[in-house]
């Protein structure tokens, strides 16, 4: 039996401590590089189509968002990083935007970070993924666009980037939002971290 969405909703939106909600409830932050498929990701988890914006313009969230899920998360869509489109003013905004999130929510319990199984994990990744312990946050590695490759395929690509970091292939949840795998496995981890 997995964890059932009652409600999921917009709370709000903004780019400064001052901006985010009371830190009530055990929170997970969704980072990736623009365009890999966060909103996505969170909307296929909440089971919403359009809770989240998605765009096939990336770079489009450029604010930090936060959704309430039932009473008992929330759930923190991150602007995205990494693409060369973004004017340098904005892209200099990022670290300390993230830095200023990253290091004023006590109820921080888990960052997902979002990556595409094509690509597998980039610099930038690697950073954020080295960043959260130093911020106390769990780090989960989720792989999206899974739907591209074939079940034997993804099982070999996933064990090929395990190797690559030097990390235990079970540890890499493989999702896809077109196709709804790894749902149940990623809500296995953020329920598990956030104590229900
Ligand atoms: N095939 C496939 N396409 C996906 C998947 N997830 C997202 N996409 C597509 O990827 C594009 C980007 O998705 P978004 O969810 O908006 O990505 P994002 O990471 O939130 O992008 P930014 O907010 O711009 O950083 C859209 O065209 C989606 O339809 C997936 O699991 N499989
Ligand atoms: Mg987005």
Redesign the pocket.
Known sequence: MGYKVKNAEFVTSGTRPKHFPPADRPEFAFG?R????????INTLVNRKKLVK???T????QLINFFGVNEDFYFVDLP?YGFAKVPESVKKQWGPMVEGYLGNRPNLVGMVIVMDLRRGVQEDDFELIMAAPHFGVQPILVF??A??YKKNARMQRRREIAKDIEADPEELVL????QGIGVEQLWQRITELGGR
Request: without cysteine.
């Open positions: 990736g623009s365009n890999v498929g966060k909103s996505s990701l998605t765009s096939k990336p770079g489009r969230t995205g999206t666009k739907d591209k999702f896809s939002s077109t």
